[in-house]
């Protein structure tokens, strides 16, 4: 699809909305198309008759939270935005789902073996997450993948170690990948003593010989593992990671190697798990069914070397429809959390019946599938830019003839020269600031030519909304007249991803959802960056450049206001959706904006609990994190304050205000109160 007709398609919608709100007021129904809430959100998010977003962390089987109430009552308790609410039960249920889909695919298939989930610690490694991740994956024996010595710690520490290890039957898995040396290969293997059921997967050929020493001189028999590149390589933002130039992984000449060096030590037995990674967010279920086929056929090949092969671990990949467009779109995907299932089963079960071999169980460290859900941002719009908007006043005869050729292009505006229109508007304008530049214009009169040219760009663009094609020299125009809505926010902190990859996140508003979206804007942030910025939105097709909100409302106003937001504005809220993998621990301090307001949610028989608040950083904190010591900086600024007072450039009231302040800010939140 050409950019034309991307653009063309967009403008229509926003048309549609236009001259559908002449015809009838708009409604939640409106709003659930314009934000595309169903198809992202199901089951856990939607939109009441009151216009609020609801979430429903039990999916269809459990009740309902308005989010609007759910922040209000937060901001009660002392907890300000920006705030990020993790619901529990959401874990609980995709987890549950995931289960459900593999054990319905090994039934349908009459698959032999059985299905074995792992967390891998990377996605969220904040303690009240996995701590939940674990209880509730005790019925399915779920177990966690660890890619470090760090998360190696707290798997240890927060997996229950198992009594029957001895019996060959352990009730979870830990699955150690990642780079290692001798610590982590010992503290690993020590941790069987425990009763931990670790596999350490040599991801490195360097890496055997030290496991090999170490297990000797601890006399255990590891349970070890092979991570095998493939030659299948994934797609999308993280293809890359795959293939034969791949980070992490073994070739093939070097899987033959562990083989041959674990049978001269005589422990080819403790290569029992074949592991392969293709990459994050796979959009295309081809490229999962051909990395499936290909990994089979080599868990084949080594049980036939003499392997005792048992495990077949598929790795993570099972992608998130950000976008709702259910297509391999980079932002989504064309495959369901069953088809995924199905797909491994039946590749995995035909291999090993063309060839006699005993199923192996099936592992997945699906964890941006199980994390994202969970977790949703929400934060307030502090206030907007907006283009002028204001319908010019009569010009005067007198005035100079760039101004009156601008207003003649404005009067004479209309659905049949509104194209030409736009191309004149700009080059009187691009003509006025020239001749400022040269001194024949006052400040004055730029001003009213620019006023101009901005009431010419509206009138062409609410006659562009109702076409059934923007034409290209106009597809610019509506991201040119886009409000900026200044959130409270750090985007480095809290949706990195946006930056860093162009990842993009379901953003909406979580009330008002009953009126109509009138204004168009973009996102930026608080930092002092030009990057601190959201300007890509999800749409059905491809990304829009700006999102439909709503004007800020005057507290003692019924009627929208368009100018810039005060004190006196009613609260806006919007919400980023999906941001519970990766985002909640890959934030940076730019600007020393710290860690959010955490809190989680669980639902109850009355309705809902708090189980745990995370208070965000403090500006103190943040500033310990670059070495400076809160009660030294405020002890520098009062002798600073005694000199000026002895200097008597500053009162002592001032004084006393001016610490208080200072005191008084570092033991507070980094971001702004609303």
Request: glycine fraction near 6%; include cysteine.
């Amino acid at each position: 699809m050409n950019s034309s007709s991307v653009l063309g398609r967009k403008n229509h919608h926003s048309g549609e909305s236009h001259s559908d709100s002449s015809k009838f007021n708009w409604t939640i129904e409106d709003s659930e198309k314009l934000y595309r809430i169903a198809s992202w959100g199901e089951p856990y998010f939607s939109i009441n008759a009151a216009g609020h977003v609801t979430v429903s962390p039990q999916g269809d089987r459990g009740g309902s939270l308005d989010l609007l109430e759910l922040v209000e009552a937060l901001k009660l308790r002392n907890v300000g935005l920006p705030l990020l609410i993790r619901f529990s039960d959401i874990l609980a249920d995709r987890i549950e789902r995931l289960h459900a889909c593999f054990a319905k695919a090994i039934a349908r298939y009459n698959y032999p073996g059985t299905y074995r989930g792992v967390y891998p610690v990377k996605c969220n490694q904040h303690r009240h997450l996995l701590e939940a991740l674990v209880e509730f994956g005790k019925p399915y024996q779920f177990g966690v993948e660890a890619g470090s010595k760090p998360e190696l710690a707290i798997a240890l520490a927060t997996l229950e170690p198992v009594s029957n290890y001895l019996d060959n039957s352990p009730n979870t898995l830990l699955i150690c990948n990642g780079y290692k040396d001798r610590e982590y290969i010992e503290t690993a293997l020590l941790a069987t003593r425990l009763g931990h059921f670790p596999v350490i997967v040599i991801e490195q050929l360097e890496e055997l010989p030290l496991v090999i020493d170490i297990a000797q001189k601890l006399c255990i028999n590891p349970v070890l593992g092979v991570r095998a590149k493939l030659s299948t390589q994934g797609t999308g933002r993280w293809g890359k990671s795959s293939g034969d130039r791949a980070k992490f992984g073994l070739t093939i000449p070097q899987i033959l190697s562990v083989v041959n060096q674990l049978a001269a030590a005589e422990m080819l037995n403790c290569l029992q798990l074949l592991h392969f990674h293709i990459g994050s967010q796979i959009s295309n279920i081809s490229v999962i069914k051909d990395a499936i086929r290909e990994a089979s056929q080599i868990y084949v090949q080594l049980t036939k070397l003499g392997a005792k092969m048992q495990y077949l671990d598929v790795g993570g990949g099972l992608g998130v429809d950000y976008d709702g467009s259910k297509t391999n779109f980079h932002a989504s995907k064309n495959y369901n959390m069953q088809n995924y299932a199905n797909d491994i089963v039946a590749e995995v079960k035909e291999a090993c019946e063309e060839t006699q071999i005993a199923a192996p169980v099936l592992i997945s460290e699906s964890g941006r599938a199980i994390a994202s859900h969970q977790s949703v941002l929400i934060f307030d719009v502090l206030g907007t830019n907006d283009v002028p908007s204001q319908p010019p006043q009569p010009i005067a005869e007198k005035e100079h003839l760039i101004i009156r050729n601008l207003w003649e292009t404005y009067t004479a505006i209309n659905s049949e020269n509104y194209q030409e229109a736009y191309h004149d508007a700009i080059q009187f304008k691009e003509e006025a600031i020239s001749l400022f530049n040269f001194g024949y214009l006052s400040l004055a009169e730029r001003a009213r030519a620019e006023q101009l040219y901005w009431a010419c760009c509206q009138q062409i663009l609410e006659i562009s909304r109702q076409q059934e094609y923007v034409p290209d020299d106009l597809e610019d125009l509506e991201k040119i007249m886009a409000s900026i809505y200044y959130i409270n926010l750090s985007v480095f902190q809290s949706a990195p991803d946006t930056w860093a990859i162009d990842q993009l996140f379901p953003i909406m508003p979580i009330h008002r959802l009953n009126e109509e979206p009138t204004q168009r804007g973009i996102l930026a942030d608080l930092t002092c960056d030009s990057d601190g910025k959201i300007d890509q939105f999800i749409d059905l097709r491809d990304i829009k450049d700006i999102l439909e909100l709503h004007p800020l409302v005057n507290k003692s106003e019924t009627k929208p206001e368009t100018v810039s937001a005060s004190p006196s504005k009613q609260p806006y809220y919007l919400g980023m959706f999906l941001v519970g993998a990766y985002q909640e621990i890959m934030g940076n301090l730019h600007n020393l904006f710290g860690d959010t307001n955490a809190v989680h949610i669980s639902m109850t028989p009355k309705g809902y609990q708090i189980e745990h608040l995370v208070k965000g950083d403090t500006v103190a904190e943040v500033l310990g994190y670059v070495q400076y010591n809160a009660e030294d900086l405020l002890e520098r600024i009062r002798r600073r304050t005694e000199q000026a007072l002895q200097e008597n450039r500053i009162t002592i009231a001032e004084s006393q205000r001016l610490l208080q302040n200072y005191e008084r800010s570092l033991n507070n939140y980094t971001y702004l109160s609303s």
